[in-house]
């Protein structure tokens, strides 16, 4: 997969994630998300997006 290929596929799942975000606020869900940080064993910093969803009253 090239730069580009790689650039294109980020930005399609930020997409998602906004809109995926937009239906859950139009149904009363608050949705918080949390980055970590991990070290593969290649060395590598791996981010991971943790998610807590609830219903809003």
């Not at 994630?17 to 970590?36: D, G, S």
Request: hydrophobic letters at 45%; zero cysteines.
């Amino acid at each position: 997969m090239t730069d580009a290929q790689l650039a294109q596929s980020v930005r399609d799942a930020v997409d998602k994630l906004n809109a995926a975000l937009a239906e859950a606020a139009r149904h009363n869900l608050a949705v918080t998300l949390r980055t970590t940080s991990h070290q593969t064993t290649g060395g590598v910093e791996q981010v991971v997006v943790e998610t807590r969803i609830f219903k809003q009253l």
